[in-house]
């Protein structure tokens, strides 16, 4: 369970430290007081796509950080096994700081991880359910994976085989693609390859000659700076200011020196050193300028080979290396389009088995999907029952565009759920036909139907409840109040039957300190919560009518709770 949340400098949140407790918590509170803003933090928190924007405004960064309690046998202890991430005493605390400049730093028990990593360990301990699911859930392209979610065990296995062997088939068959282009367009390709070939290997390149050419180039083009230095060095060594045999002096009499008086063993060592040292630079440098002359032609033919190798850098590379390898590329591109026929009765033979092994595959994913379409079907209907729903018949169709389905990433289904609301009408997609209040009890049936698998510390609501009231209301409130018995309920709600089966109430508001606006949140007292549901029943005018009814609701909840607590 989420235990602890602190957020700071978060959107119009200075600061804000909430404890949640098991079972069932509400945030209540005015239309802007800031309850989604609590959501939104949570959603960072477990990896959600952060901004700038939401670093309150003159402050540097955003801080977030919750301490998750989990129990043994969880698959966050998995996860942290994986990462080498230590978790002591059954916590995990996720942290993650947003910065003002766009960039995030992400923390799992202390240790730092990237937004991939936070994101997965958010995926295992909070099931956030937006306002955004009920849009996904009226598109065609999210319904195959509710599906795939709901029969993992049958399903994962067979679509993990069937990917691996459909990428396989779309890299055979664009490889075939390319290779069955229009004549006139593969003839122009070989001309094109076989002119670059030509031209790379007539260059005859060698890796590290352009360097050594240009070293070359810079001795040559230099050559009377080379001599005079070099002349220069070795009369300095040499001439009648006899520089090295006054070191050659200096040396034998320190030798002298030393002979008598070891004391001067080191100085003797040291020049000795020195002269030998200096001999021998003297007689490479004489060498040096024996064999050292100016060939005009030799700085012509390399001024000659660079140009070549300028010309083949402008076409094919940054460097010589790079044109060599480009060269290599073509090479075997080349040779695959001169060998051409072959290679492609090979890749026909190649994609027809793939095909072939993809149907047999995608069958199989196709009937174990069939399957868990009637239990998913089965326990969608028990669940629309219990929310008065129950003229409501759903159907999970797999379309089809031919006689022969096609093959596609994740298999050879097209799925869409289907409604019917009303009896005697007909059935029709489910994004065309649902309002938003059907919308909402479909969506919590299916997180009831999914929480028995999820295995997640949290489930998250944010206004799950939009668009019904009465006995709805009520019925969706027992719902999500059978979700936490379990485990851990958050959820922000405006009516009044849902905060009422509460066994934690957060009051949230929004207030003016110093000339800037923040949030606070409150945990209200049985009394506070009369008033709060009063509030949420009338609006501002409170009459004793309006309190009697929010005590009336309260004592109708705590009875529901105990009920539903005992199976009843």
């Given at each position: 369970m989420?235990?602890?949340?602190?957020?700071?400098?978060f959107?119009?949140?200075?600061?804000?430290?909430?404890?949640?407790?098991?079972?069932?918590?509400?945030?209540?509170g005015?239309?802007?007081?800031?309850?989604?803003?609590?959501?939104?933090?949570?959603?960072?928190?477990?990896?959600?796509?952060?901004?700038?924007?939401?670093?309150?405004y003159?402050?540097?960064?955003?801080?977030?950080?919750g301490?998750f309690?989990?129990e043994?046998?969880?698959?966050?202890?998995?996860?942290?096994?994986?990462?080498?991430?230590?978790v002591?005493?059954?916590?995990?605390?996720?942290?993650?700081?947003?910065?003002a400049?766009?960039?995030?730093?992400?923390?799992?028990?202390?240790?730092?991880?990237?937004?991939?990593?936070?994101?997965?360990f958010?995926?295992?301990?909070?099931?956030?359910?937006?306002?955004h699911?009920?849009?996904h859930?009226?598109?065609?392209?999210?319904?195959?994976?509710i599906?795939?979610?709901?029969?993992?065990?049958?399903?994962?296995?067979?679509?993990?085989?069937?990917?691996k062997?459909f990428?396989?088939?779309?890299?055979?068959?664009?490889a075939?693609?390319?290779?069955?282009?229009?004549?006139?367009?593969?003839?122009?390709r070989?001309?094109?390859?076989?002119?670059?070939t030509e031209e790379?290997?007539?260059?005859n390149?060698?890796?590290?000659?352009e360097d050594?050419?240009?070293?070359?180039?810079?001795r040559l083009?230099n050559f009377?700076?080379?001599?005079?230095?070099?002349?220069?060095?070795?009369?300095?060594?040499?001439?009648?200011?006899?520089?090295?045999?006054?070191?050659?002096?200096?040396?034998?009499?320190?030798?002298?020196a030393?002979?008598?008086?070891?004391?001067?063993?080191?100085?003797?060592?040291?020049?000795?050193?020195?002269?030998?040292g200096?001999?021998?630079v003297?007689?490479?440098?004489?060498d040096?300028l024996?064999?050292?002359?100016f060939?005009?032609?030799?700085l012509?033919?390399?001024?000659?080979?660079?140009?070549?190798?300028?010309?083949?850098?402008?076409?094919?590379?940054?460097?010589i290396?790079?044109?060599?390898?480009y060269?290599?590329?073509?090479?075997?591109?080349?040779?695959?389009?001169?060998?051409?026929?072959?290679?492609?009765?090979?890749?026909?033979?190649?994609?027809?088995?793939?095909?072939?092994?993809?149907?047999?595959i995608?069958?199989?994913l196709?009937k174990?999907?069939?399957?868990?379409?009637?239990?998913?079907g089965?326990?969608?209907?028990l669940?629309?029952?219990e929310?008065?729903?129950?003229?409501?018949?759903f159907?999970?169709?797999?379309?089809?565009?031919?006689?022969?389905?096609?093959?596609?990433?994740?298999?050879i289904?097209?799925?869409?759920?289907?409604i019917?609301?009303?009896?005697?009408?007909?059935?029709?997609?489910?994004?065309?036909?649902?309002?938003?209040g059907?919308?909402?009890?479909?969506?919590?049936?299916?997180?009831s139907i999914?929480?028995?698998?999820?295995?997640?510390?949290?489930?998250?609501?944010?206004?799950v409840d939009?668009?019904?009231?009465?006995?709805?209301?009520?019925?969706m409130a027992?719902?999500?109040?059978?979700?936490s018995?379990?485990?851990?309920?958050?959820c922000?709600?405006?009516l009044?039957?849902v905060?009422s089966?509460?066994?934690?109430?957060?009051?949230?508001r929004?207030v003016?300190?110093t000339?800037?606006?923040?949030?606070?949140?409150?945990?209200?007292?049985?009394?506070?919560r009369?008033?709060?549901?009063?509030?949420?029943?009338s609006?501002?005018?409170?009459t004793?009518?309006?309190?009697?009814?929010?005590e009336?609701?309260?004592?109708?909840?705590?009875?529901?709770?105990e009920?539903l607590?005992?199976?009843?």
């Amino acid at each position: 369970m989420l235990a602890e949340l602190s957020i700071k400098q978060f959107a119009i949140i200075d600061q804000l430290q909430i404890h949640f407790k098991k079972g069932m918590t509400v945030l209540t509170g005015e239309t802007g007081a800031g309850k989604s803003i609590v959501l939104d933090a949570i959603g960072l928190l477990i990896g959600g796509r952060g901004s700038a924007e939401f670093v309150r405004y003159g402050e540097d960064k955003a801080e977030l950080e919750g301490l998750f309690m989990i129990e043994d046998g969880h698959m966050v202890y998995t996860l942290a096994e994986e990462y080498g991430i230590d978790v002591e005493d059954g916590s995990i605390i996720l942290r993650r700081d947003l910065f003002a400049s766009g960039k995030s730093v992400c923390r799992v028990n202390n240790k730092l991880v990237t937004l991939t990593i936070l994101r997965e360990f958010g995926r295992v301990l909070v099931d956030l359910h937006g306002q955004h699911e009920h849009q996904h859930l009226m598109e065609n392209m999210y319904h195959q994976s509710i599906l795939d979610d709901f029969g993992h065990e049958t399903i994962s296995p067979r679509l993990h085989e069937y990917q691996k062997k459909f990428g396989l088939y779309e890299e055979k068959r664009i490889a075939l693609q390319s290779l069955a282009q229009s004549e006139q367009e593969l003839a122009q390709r070989i001309d094109l390859l076989s002119f670059q070939t030509e031209e790379i290997t007539s260059a005859n390149l060698r890796q590290g000659e352009e360097d050594e050419l240009l070293g070359e180039r810079n001795r040559l083009a230099n050559f009377e700076k080379l001599h005079d230095s070099l002349k220069a060095a070795y009369d300095a060594l040499h001439d009648e200011m006899r520089g090295i045999d006054s070191v050659g002096d200096a040396m034998r009499e320190l030798q002298q020196a030393s002979s008598i008086d070891d004391q001067f063993a080191n100085q003797s060592d040291a020049i000795a050193s020195a002269f030998y040292g200096l001999e021998e630079v003297g007689y490479a440098i004489r060498d040096q300028l024996e064999t050292l002359e100016f060939d005009s032609n030799r700085l012509d033919e390399i001024e000659q080979r660079l140009s070549v190798f300028q010309q083949l850098k402008r076409k094919y590379g940054a460097t010589i290396e790079e044109v060599i390898a480009y060269g290599e590329k073509i090479g075997i591109e080349l040779d695959t389009m001169t060998n051409r026929d072959e290679r492609i009765e090979k890749l026909k033979a190649e994609v027809e088995l793939l095909e072939s092994e993809l149907f047999e595959i995608g069958n199989k994913l196709s009937k174990a999907r069939r399957k868990a379409a009637q239990l998913l079907g089965e326990a969608i209907h028990l669940e629309l029952r219990e929310l008065y729903m129950e003229k409501a018949r759903f159907e999970i169709r797999f379309m089809q565009d031919g006689k022969t389905p096609a093959l596609r990433k994740n298999g050879i289904d097209q799925i869409e759920f289907y409604i019917m609301t009303n009896a005697g009408e007909p059935f029709k997609s489910l994004g065309k036909v649902a309002s938003g209040g059907e919308l909402s009890r479909i969506m919590l049936g299916l997180k009831s139907i999914f929480s028995r698998s999820l295995g997640v510390a949290s489930i998250i609501f944010d206004e799950v409840d939009t668009g019904v009231s009465g006995r709805v209301a009520q019925a969706m409130a027992e719902k999500i109040y059978r979700l936490s018995i379990e485990g851990q309920v958050l959820c922000i709600t405006h009516l009044p039957q849902v905060a009422s089966m509460a066994d934690q109430h957060l009051y949230i508001r929004k207030v003016e300190e110093t000339d800037r606006t923040t949030t606070q949140v409150n945990v209200l007292t049985e009394a506070d919560r009369g008033n709060e549901l009063g509030r949420m029943i009338s609006g501002t005018h409170m009459t004793d009518l309006t309190l009697r009814h929010a005590e009336e609701l309260m004592d109708q909840a705590m009875s529901m709770k105990e009920s539903l607590k005992n199976g009843v």
